[in-house]
Protein backbone atom coordinates (compact mmCIF):
# COMPACT_ATOMS: atom_id res chain seq x y z
CA UNK A 1 0.00 0.00 0.00
CA UNK A 2 1.08 3.31 -1.09
CA UNK A 3 1.21 6.36 1.41
CA UNK A 4 -0.90 9.12 1.50
CA UNK A 5 -0.13 12.16 -1.37
CA UNK A 6 2.06 13.99 1.01
CA UNK A 7 1.83 17.29 -1.57
CA UNK A 8 -1.58 17.51 0.32
CA UNK A 9 -0.35 16.48 3.74
CA UNK A 10 1.99 18.99 3.64
CA UNK A 11 -0.07 21.56 2.52
CA UNK A 12 -3.25 20.47 4.64
CA UNK A 13 -3.67 20.90 8.52
CA UNK A 14 -6.17 19.00 10.50
CA UNK A 15 -8.45 20.28 13.91
CA UNK A 16 -9.71 17.31 15.35
CA UNK A 17 -12.74 18.28 17.97
CA UNK A 18 -14.47 15.83 20.50
CA UNK A 19 -16.83 15.96 23.06
CA UNK A 20 -16.30 19.90 23.87
CA UNK A 21 -18.25 21.27 26.61
CA UNK A 22 -20.90 23.67 25.36
CA UNK A 23 -19.56 26.80 27.27
CA UNK A 24 -16.40 26.24 25.19
CA UNK A 25 -18.14 25.76 21.38
CA UNK A 26 -17.11 28.13 18.83
CA UNK A 27 -19.99 29.17 17.55
CA UNK A 28 -19.02 30.91 14.42
CA UNK A 29 -16.63 27.86 13.27
CA UNK A 30 -20.01 25.99 13.81
CA UNK A 31 -22.19 27.87 12.07
CA UNK A 32 -19.78 27.94 9.24
CA UNK A 33 -19.43 24.23 9.10
CA UNK A 34 -23.51 23.62 9.36
CA UNK A 35 -23.67 26.35 6.09
CA UNK A 36 -21.34 24.43 4.17
CA UNK A 37 -22.31 20.94 5.44
CA UNK A 38 -25.84 22.32 4.05
CA UNK A 39 -24.78 23.65 1.02
CA UNK A 40 -22.73 19.92 0.31
CA UNK A 41 -25.40 17.84 1.33
CA UNK A 42 -28.31 20.12 -1.22
CA UNK A 43 -25.65 20.28 -4.37
CA UNK A 44 -24.74 16.72 -3.72
CA UNK A 45 -27.51 14.13 -2.69
CA UNK A 46 -31.04 13.41 -3.36
CA UNK A 47 -31.76 12.20 0.05
CA UNK A 48 -30.06 13.52 3.34
CA UNK A 49 -31.36 14.51 6.90
CA UNK A 50 -32.50 18.26 6.53
CA UNK A 51 -31.24 18.76 9.95
CA UNK A 52 -31.60 22.31 11.90
CA UNK A 53 -28.66 23.77 13.28
CA UNK A 54 -29.18 23.39 16.80
CA UNK A 55 -29.18 19.28 16.36
CA UNK A 56 -25.92 19.50 14.40
CA UNK A 57 -24.58 21.99 17.50
CA UNK A 58 -25.16 19.37 20.10
CA UNK A 59 -22.91 16.53 18.00
CA UNK A 60 -19.79 19.21 19.22
CA UNK A 61 -20.48 18.35 22.75
CA UNK A 62 -21.51 14.83 22.52
CA UNK A 63 -18.78 12.62 23.13
CA UNK A 64 -19.77 10.06 20.64
CA UNK A 65 -19.13 12.55 17.75
CA UNK A 66 -15.63 13.40 16.94
CA UNK A 67 -15.59 16.03 13.96
CA UNK A 68 -12.34 16.03 11.60
CA UNK A 69 -11.73 19.86 9.92
CA UNK A 70 -9.43 20.27 6.92
CA UNK A 71 -7.89 23.19 6.02
CA UNK A 72 -5.69 24.75 3.94
CA UNK A 73 -4.54 28.52 4.17
CA UNK A 74 -6.96 28.77 7.22
CA UNK A 75 -9.76 28.08 4.97
CA UNK A 76 -12.19 25.38 5.48
CA UNK A 77 -12.00 22.72 2.64
CA UNK A 78 -13.31 19.72 3.82
CA UNK A 79 -14.96 18.34 7.28
CA UNK A 80 -15.88 14.95 8.19
CA UNK A 81 -17.72 13.59 11.78
CA UNK A 82 -17.73 10.50 12.49
CA UNK A 83 -19.65 8.83 15.43
CA UNK A 84 -18.33 6.21 17.84
CA UNK A 85 -19.85 2.64 17.85
CA UNK A 86 -18.47 0.08 19.43
CA UNK A 87 -18.02 -3.56 17.77
CA UNK A 88 -17.65 -6.82 19.31
CA UNK A 89 -15.77 -9.58 17.06
CA UNK A 90 -16.48 -12.68 17.77
CA UNK A 91 -18.18 -12.29 21.03
CA UNK A 92 -14.07 -11.64 22.59
CA UNK A 93 -12.72 -8.63 21.05
CA UNK A 94 -14.17 -4.90 21.21
CA UNK A 95 -13.07 -2.40 18.47
CA UNK A 96 -13.83 1.06 18.32
CA UNK A 97 -15.75 2.35 15.26
CA UNK A 98 -15.99 5.40 13.48
CA UNK A 99 -18.99 6.28 11.36
CA UNK A 100 -18.94 8.30 8.53
CA UNK A 101 -21.99 10.82 9.79
CA UNK A 102 -21.63 14.50 8.33
CA UNK A 103 -19.44 15.77 5.95
CA UNK A 104 -18.84 17.86 3.03
CA UNK A 105 -15.59 18.64 0.60
CA UNK A 106 -15.11 21.99 -0.89
CA UNK A 107 -14.67 20.14 -4.12
CA UNK A 108 -15.20 16.39 -4.82
CA UNK A 109 -11.65 15.89 -6.05
CA UNK A 110 -10.57 16.62 -2.43
CA UNK A 111 -12.40 13.56 -0.99
CA UNK A 112 -10.29 10.90 -1.59
CA UNK A 113 -7.35 12.76 -0.24
CA UNK A 114 -9.19 14.03 2.74
CA UNK A 115 -10.47 10.32 3.60
CA UNK A 116 -6.40 9.39 3.94
CA UNK A 117 -5.47 12.17 5.84
CA UNK A 118 -7.82 12.07 8.28
CA UNK A 119 -7.50 8.07 8.34
CA UNK A 120 -4.10 8.54 9.31
CA UNK A 121 -4.71 11.25 12.06
CA UNK A 122 -7.12 8.49 13.43
CA UNK A 123 -4.51 5.61 13.10
CA UNK A 124 -1.20 8.41 14.76
CA UNK A 125 -3.73 9.31 17.34
CA UNK A 126 -5.95 5.74 18.48
CA UNK A 127 -8.86 7.69 17.71
CA UNK A 128 -10.72 4.42 15.98
CA UNK A 129 -9.67 0.84 15.89
CA UNK A 130 -11.63 1.22 12.23
CA UNK A 131 -13.82 3.33 10.01
CA UNK A 132 -16.50 2.60 8.17
CA UNK A 133 -18.42 4.52 5.22
CA UNK A 134 -20.22 3.15 2.34
CA UNK A 135 -20.51 3.70 -0.82
CA UNK A 136 -22.29 7.14 -1.03
CA UNK A 137 -19.33 9.00 -3.14
CA UNK A 138 -18.94 9.02 -6.90
CA UNK A 139 -15.58 7.56 -6.96
CA UNK A 140 -13.34 4.21 -7.30
CA UNK A 141 -12.83 3.26 -3.43
CA UNK A 142 -9.97 1.33 -4.47
CA UNK A 143 -8.16 4.78 -5.03
CA UNK A 144 -8.49 5.20 -1.66
CA UNK A 145 -5.07 4.40 -0.05
CA UNK A 146 -6.57 2.47 3.27
CA UNK A 147 -7.15 -0.91 3.82
CA UNK A 148 -11.01 -2.02 2.54
CA UNK A 149 -13.06 -4.59 4.97
CA UNK A 150 -15.03 -7.30 3.13
CA UNK A 151 -18.49 -6.85 4.50
CA UNK A 152 -21.27 -5.39 2.65
CA UNK A 153 -24.28 -3.99 4.60
CA UNK A 154 -27.82 -4.14 2.68
CA UNK A 155 -31.16 -2.11 3.97
CA UNK A 156 -34.31 -3.07 3.44
CA UNK A 157 -37.15 -0.52 3.59
CA UNK A 158 -40.60 -2.15 4.17
CA UNK A 159 -42.92 -1.64 1.59
CA UNK A 160 -41.13 1.92 0.28
CA UNK A 161 -42.34 3.15 -2.91
CA UNK A 162 -39.50 5.00 -4.13
CA UNK A 163 -37.85 5.40 -7.60
CA UNK A 164 -34.39 3.91 -7.90
CA UNK A 165 -31.71 5.95 -6.48
CA UNK A 166 -28.37 5.34 -6.73
CA UNK A 167 -25.79 4.96 -3.29
CA UNK A 168 -23.54 7.69 -4.05
CA UNK A 169 -26.98 10.51 -3.95
CA UNK A 170 -28.19 8.72 -0.77
CA UNK A 171 -26.47 10.29 2.27
CA UNK A 172 -28.58 8.57 4.75
CA UNK A 173 -27.15 5.18 4.80
CA UNK A 174 -23.58 6.35 6.73
CA UNK A 175 -24.38 4.45 9.65
Known sequence: MSPINNNFKNNHHIKCIKGIKSNLVDNTLINELYILYKEYSNKSYTIYENLNINTFKKTFTNNAFTHFIIYRDNIIISYISMFKLDTLYNNTTLYTSGFLYYMFFKYDSLLINSFELISEHIYIHKIYDLITFGDIFN????????????????????????????AYKNALITI
Open 139 to 166: INYNDIKCIAGSSLSKYYLFNLKSSKIE
